[in-house]
């Protein structure tokens, strides 16, 4: 039977209807009509779907409604604002460093699998600030991109992690 939820998104609070069962995901792109995610496998095998909640990338295609009440989820649209928080920055920035070396590496493709991508490479580099090739591969393992790019993300992250680096952080 359909319950209320209230949920979290990217600092703004919503309420929705929806089995407990139903996976975030659906209720993120139909319900609240957010991009950011994206449908691939629904079955947790690609990350293309991936949004952080509370801070940890999580599959959004597996992960039941019910369970992320109280959490505060972030999707790509949120994520600069995110990150700021996260930082102390006095100004949202635009793009998250990750996104601006992605492009600036012209990493991706057909873009399909880097919403997820993005999602979690900026989860790592809050862990990590300056990870090795082989953390990168090894944090990245569970995002599939069928455009075969794995090089350039590779190379991306690391700029990103350059540039977040360089940047002090900038609190006010
Ligand atoms: S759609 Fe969620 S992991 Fe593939
Ligand atoms: S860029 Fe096409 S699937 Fe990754």
């Not at 209807?17 to 957010?34: C, G, K």
């Not at 959490?71 to 100004?91: C, N, Q, V």
Request: charged share 25%; glycine share 8%.
């Amino acid at each position: 039977m359909a319950s209320r939820f209230r949920i979290r998104v990217n600092g703004r609070a919503h309420t929705v209807r929806a089995e407990p069962d139903t996976p975030l995901l659906y209720v993120l792109t139909n319900d609240l009509e957010l991009k950011g995610p994206r449908f691939g496998c629904g079955l947790a095998q690609c990350g293309s779907c991936s949004v952080l909640i509370d801070g940890v990338e999580r599959r959004s295609c597996v992960t039941p409604i019910a369970t992320v009440e109280n959490a505060e989820i972030t999707t790509l649209e949120g994520l600069t604002r995110w990150f700021a928080a996260k930082r102390g920055l006095s100004a949202v920035p635009d793009l998250h460093p990750v996104q601006q070396a992605m492009l600036d590496e012209q990493a991706p493709q057909c873009g399909y699998c880097y919403n997820g991508m993005i999602i979690k490479a900026a989860e790592l580099l809050e862990q990590n600030g300056d990870p090795s090739d082989a953390e990168i591969r090894a944090a990245m393992n569970g995002h599939l991109c069928r455009c075969g790019t794995y090089p350039r993300i590779v190379n991306a992250i690391k700029r990103a992690a350059q540039t977040m680096r360089a940047s002090p952080e900038d609190r006010e």
